[in-house]
């Protein structure tokens, strides 16, 4: 009875190890955060497990660009919008060139960030196929039940 309680515990915590190295994609206001085991994961954590796949890191360090790209493109399209809405609201006379360039600049960020989300997502998938693949590959337990007239038990071979 203890080997098998001992024997539950071990795979349990073996296949809990497998879970928690997984990255999770959250999706916060519109755009795709990674997490792993509830901590914030960043795009440069992946470039380790990436080191020998060539495609997988062209990809990467291409989305990294993206992002920066994406903040600068976004805080302007924000500002150039909210600029004459905030004079507007403050009683000023409201500039609509600002306003047509900030919603100008907001059509052509929203379709960006969906493919930069589309990639987060790719590259965390191809993350988890990488990691949990490598752990499967590396533990794979063989169980055979023996019986004798002496006894009867389970052989587990590492």
Not at 138 to 153: C, D, H, I, K
Request: glycine share 10%.
């Amino acid at each position: 009875m203890k080997k098998l309680i001992t024997l539950i515990v071990f795979s349990l915590l073996v296949f809990s190890y497998g879970k928690a190295q997984t990255v999770e994609v959250k999706n916060v206001l519109g755009v795709c955060k990674l997490e792993q085991a509830g901590k914030k994961f960043k795009l440069k954590d992946l470039e380790p497990a990436f080191k020998f796949d060539q495609e997988a890191l062209g990809l990467l360090k291409k989305t990294r660009r993206q992002k920066v790209g994406l903040f600068f493109l976004g805080t302007a399209a924000g500002s150039a919008v909210g600029i004459p809405v905030g004079m507007a609201l403050g009683g000023e006379k409201m500039d609509w060139t600002l306003l047509g360039v900030g919603l100008g600049l907001t059509a052509i960020t929203v379709p960006l960030y969906s493919k930069y989300n589309k990639r987060i997502t790719h590259l965390a998938s191809l993350y988890n196929e990488k990691n949990i693949g490598a752990y499967k590959n590396r533990f794979q337990p063989r169980m055979e039940l023996v019986a004798s007239t002496n006894m009867a038990g389970i052989k587990i071979f590492f």
